[in-house]
């Protein structure tokens, strides 16, 4: 579970400077004892971040199907992928996927977010919001799978009797990624709609106290005051869930498993298959260092154009 | 659910309820509502369809009160039916048994939550409260890995459990959780960061070492943020399904989520045993939303809370 974070400058450098001990010791400072305290986490973090990181790289120039040993085959692995028409679908289908699902859920969680802070703050209200995010991925999709199901799915019993007639949400290829799409919207809406709440909440009160004195309209106030102080707050919302969004799993894989026919292949599923099921280890690192590549791009484009990292609130 | 009032300061609250309710109110009302049943309604049709059986469903799939009403399902999931009550019911009559797979996940989840948050509050300690050369560049590396998705590590990491012998072993499944997280080691840094240190200068004059320091003052005056982390770790875990799904597809081993996909994937007769699928699924939610319920606020209001200001 992530939490939307961005370090303080100010505290990071505070701390050294406060304490300082002026003995024999402050030479070597608390070096052997902070190694004790970072030890256990070290190893987590070199067994488990470090090399595997620098092992996919590695595994990625290889052709590697788990007996035996890799074998370097230099750019292989991506002079394939390059031909490949099934990895050049699960990107545009994951593309399609992201564009959707941001689209929306930012939209609704901006929307949701303004009304908590219009007529709603209880804790009360919030957690009820938050519900879906609690739930796991699994149970998301399995939940609506059986709603959204075409025989007696309450959701079609619903389309029926208003007249129209029965969708196949995950069984027809035009509705399956859009309705991946609204399943993690549903997951992630209240979650982020929470994120953008907090942003408002630190919009000083007295702005909107001068705006309201000098007559402006709710609308005027919205696009001068509170879209320009929110935007840090957006674009760090949107650079997480972009990159959570790519990452799309386990919902396709408990319900549509890539299917119908290739139409919610998604990157990640691809990469599963291909290492998992087709015990292509080199084949499936390499596409992974592509979608590691695109992540970067993507946060990277979304903190330059959006210049995310710079208040208005001066 | 939560029953803790709100603790917001009482002029807000006085001028909230001076506030004339117009028709803008009422129509944002109206919206925030239709979002709550949007986001609650769900869970109830679940319950509902858990309790009821396969054959009512199909004939009564809108009626809102359970079709044909029984705890069958519940039953057949926790493997408290014969195979014969089971296939009689619509279920697969397959052994499937959640009774294991809950306590897997409860294993899986504690020792991992247990595990990342220890290690990580001493990781924080020592990037927060020691001074050591290199420590920030340190810091910087085990941020940088908040970066690097989930999907680019787990291929390197199944191979090295596989090496190692471990695949669906619980050791297996821990291993890459229970040192550290990223994000835990930066919850507690920013919290140690802030915490007064004349205490423990106090201690230290006293002649108190680092490790006593640790275990008897910052450890008990951070009880409020260990715990909050605590539970969105656990949370965090519970919800895992990759990682399980790679390393602990056996039976003895495997979590509930991963035994949600597996039950889902096993279409008896034809059709899915839908009640049975709906019982298991809220087995499965049922740990979340009992912590949801005790502690909702504190949850709640860790959200957005470490930092944006």
Same mark, same amino acid.
């Given at each position: 579970m992530t939490t939307l974070t961005k370090n303080?400058?100010?505290?990071?450098?505070?701390?050294? /400077?406060?304490?300082?001990?002026?003995?024999?010791m402050a030479k070597l400072g608390d070096l052997r004892i902070a190694m004790l305290f970072i030890l256990p986490a070290m190893i987590g973090f070199i067994a488990f971040y470090v090399v595997p990181t620098v092992r996919g790289v590695y595994l990625s120039f290889t052709e590697y199907n788990i007996l035996g040993d890799p074998e370097w085959v230099g750019l292989d692995n991506y002079a394939a992928i390059a031909k490949d028409s099934l990895f050049w679908n699960s990107l545009a289908v994951t593309g399609q996927y992201v564009l959707m699902n941001i689209a929306l859920q930012t939209a609704l969680a901006l929307g949701l977010a303004l009304l908590m802070h219009k007529v709603a703050k209880s804790t009360l209200v919030r957690g009820t919001l938050l519900l879906p995010y609690l739930m796991s991925n699994v149970i998301a999709a399995l939940l609506w799978f059986w709603m959204l199901?075409?025989?007696?799915?309450v959701v079609n019993q619903f389309i029926e009797w208003s007249g129209l007639s029965r969708v196949a949400f995950f069984g027809s290829e035009e509705w399956a990624i859009p309705t991946q799409a609204l399943i993690n919207t549903w997951r992630h809406m209240g979650y982020t709609a929470l994120l953008i709440f907090a942003g408002l909440q630190a919009i000083p009160h007295h702005l909107y106290e001068v705006a309201n004195l000098d007559g402006a309209s709710p609308f005027q106030t919205f696009r001068k005051i509170t879209l320009p102080l929110l935007r840090p707050v957006m674009v760090l919302v949107l650079v997480v869930t972009v990159i959570g969004s790519f990452q799309v799993f386990d919902t396709v894989a408990v319900t549509t498993q890539g299917g119908p026919?290739?139409?919610?292949?998604?990157i990640q599923y691809y990469i599963y298959q291909r290492a998992f099921?087709? +015990?292509d280890f080199g084949y499936g690192s390499a596409i992974a260092v592509i979608l590691f590549l695109i992540l970067a791009l993507v946060a990277f484009i979304q903190m330059k154009f959006l210049r995310g990292n710079e208040s208005d609130l001066d | 659910m939560n029953s803790t009032t709100s603790r917001a300061p009482l002029p807000a609250t006085a001028r909230r309820r001076r506030r004339p309710l117009t028709a803008r109110r009422m129509v944002a009302w109206a919206l925030l509502a239709l979002a709550i049943a949007v986001s609650v309604l769900p869970f109830l049709w679940v319950l509902r369809t858990a309790l009821s059986t396969n054959g009512a469903l199909a004939s /009564? +799939?809108?009626?809102?009160?359970?079709?044909?009403?029984?705890f069958g399902a519940f039953k057949r999931v926790l493997g408290l039916q014969s195979p014969a009550e089971a296939v009689a019911e619509?279920? *697969?009559?397959a052994a499937i048994n959640f009774w294991l797979y809950l306590r897997n996940s409860i294993i899986f989840s504690s020792i991992t939550t247990a595990g990342a948050v220890f290690f990580s509050a001493m990781a924080a300690y020592a990037f927060a409260r020691l001074r050591w050369k290199g420590r920030n560049a340190v810091f910087s590396l085990f941020l940088g890995?908040?970066?690097?998705?989930?999907i680019f590590t787990a291929l390197p990491n199944f191979l090295l459990i596989k090496n190692l012998d471990l695949l669906n072993t619980m050791l297996g499944m821990v291993l890459p959780y229970v040192f550290m997280t990223p994000f835990a080691i930066f919850f507690l840094r920013q919290f140690f960061l802030n915490m007064s240190r004349e205490v423990e200068e106090a201690a230290m004059l006293d002649g108190a070492k680092h490790l006593r320091i640790f275990f008897q003052i910052v450890l008990p005056n951070a009880a409020a943020p260990l715990a909050t982390l605590a539970l969105l770790t656990f949370i965090g875990q519970w919800n895992e399904y990759f990682w399980p799904l790679l390393v602990g597809s056996?039976?003895?081993?495997?979590v509930l989520q991963v035994g949600l996909g597996v039950f889902k994937s096993q *279409?008896?007769?034809?059709?899915?045993?839908w009640s049975g699928l709906m019982a298991a699924t809220l087995i499965s939610a049922l740990p979340v939303l009992a912590l949801f319920a005790a502690f909702g606020k504190r949850i709640v209001n860790s959200i957005g809370f470490s930092g944006i200001k």
């Open positions: 303080p400058p100010a505290a990071a450098h505070k701390a050294p /400077q406060r304490f300082n001990r002026g003995r024999g199901d075409y025989q007696i799915g026919v290739n139409a919610t292949r998604v099921t087709e +015990s | /009564q +799939s809108a009626s809102l009160l359970p079709a044909d009403f029984t619509g279920g *697969s009559g890995t908040m970066l690097v998705p989930p056996q039976d003895d081993v495997r *279409s008896p007769q034809g059709a899915p045993d």
